[in-house]
């Protein structure tokens, strides 16, 4: 059984917000709730699939059930592999649906970090010591950034990958973003002003990393025979695929990611190739990020991941392959320091031909969106979702 | 580097009762790895559950300490500091500092040799490495 063609997403919400000092968290999540049931053209009573993830105060899906109002579910999924999850709950979404376990399934993910205060991705954090690798990890400083700087590091010893061709992909998102009114970073850069930024951590700069905003997105997930009565045009979840990798007993390698095994799976299902793909949303939290997963969902060989990159060939009208056309996690946006639903947003957007104009790619009928949720550096989920205009 | 040079004071671990064996060995200098005692092979962190196969006890044994540096990076924290993947001699790749160096002469493939480093509070010796 295959989830090829069983549901679609019909709702889509990004919140404009990027510093929420006067909103809740659940405020958050029930404004961006609300904001995709607009969209798709149906209400709360419409809902009787919830899903969310860590980022939803209180235990799994149950707080925000009860805050936002959502009193016919029947369904509910709290699956958490961080920063992807969302795009891991369309692919659960699609397969409740087509097991006729929900109609229409809504996703939520919001959170306020940068009100906050959260120093996302260089400080430490000691997290639950009943956590088998804290005692392991914790003493020596792990943090985000370091982590994916170390995959960085290795990626350069192994295929030469430099800091010029990561600096690439930061241009190209600044590129997109300068069209975005939301976004946090909306100046153009060049290579040399990543180079010239500080670094947090060898070999990353701090134009390599991503933004910390405030914010929250929002899907809504429903059969073909509902979507198809809504107003909206249709977005069909053509493939989707999942995988977890971790540090293996010490035989952990830093140079891939799990999207080697979540794309292919998803490609398979969806039974496309990369190279059909017009628009892909690459999750960005740091530049070296994006580098790895295109690597490894095939848009180019293994290590030709920085050739692949530089001279503008994600810049949407420029490249081959036009990415994250909103400005990305690098400067648009990264909601709760999870940047997965703002990726299915954005691909949603293109796939309805409603990007920016400047960035809209031409009869954009397949795209992708990928997420990694966790640390590259240690262990994290992925994600990957095929995506159809119909 | 200059003697003058802050060193970071890592946070005291947390062990639990099942890596108090390995805690202890810490304080008599010892970096034990865990071992399959049918299979041998060896994995870090040690566990009472061999991660590779079904079959098999698990015994703690204590590496040489010979390793070389698998990835690393310079967190520049006020107090600066190297994070680092080394790969023991046996085999597992850990996560560990680099200390007692000039951090911009680190490389990849460096070779490196056990220390350990007194956390804060109870000064319980953590494992890192230095240069060979």
Redesign the interface.
Known sequence: MSIRDKACIVGAYEHPTRKAEDKSTAQLHAEVALGALRDAGLTRKDVDGYFCAGDAPGMGPLSMADYIGLDRLRHVDSTDVGGCSYLLHVAHAAEAIALGKCNVALITLAGRPRSEGVATGTAPRAGNPAQPDVQFEYPYGAAIANMYAMCAMRHMHEYGTTSEQLAWIKVAASHHAQHNEHAMLRKVVTVEDVLNSPLVADPLHRLDCCVISDGGGALVVTKPEIARTLKRPVVSVRGAGEAVKHTMGGTIDLTYTGARFAGARAFEEAGVKPSDIKYASIYDSFTITVLMQLEDLGFCEKGQGGRFVADGNLISGVGKLPFNTDGGGLCNNHPANRGGITKVIEAVRQLRGEAHPAVQVKNCDLALAHGTGGSLGTRHGSATLVLERE | MSEQTPQ?V???????PS?RGFWEAAKQGKLL??RNASTGK????P?PI???DDEGEVEYVAASGEGTI????????KIP?A???VE?AE???????IVNCDFNALR??QKVKLTFVP?EGDGQP?P?FTPA
Do not use: E, K, Q
């Open positions: 970071r890592p946070p005291s671990p947390t062990p639990d890596t790895i865990g060896v994995h870090y962190p566990r061999c991660p590779f698998y990835s690393f990076s310079v967190m520049r924290a500091y994070i680092a993947y023991l085999g597992p790749r850990m996560m560990t500092n990849v493939g956390s953590v890192m």
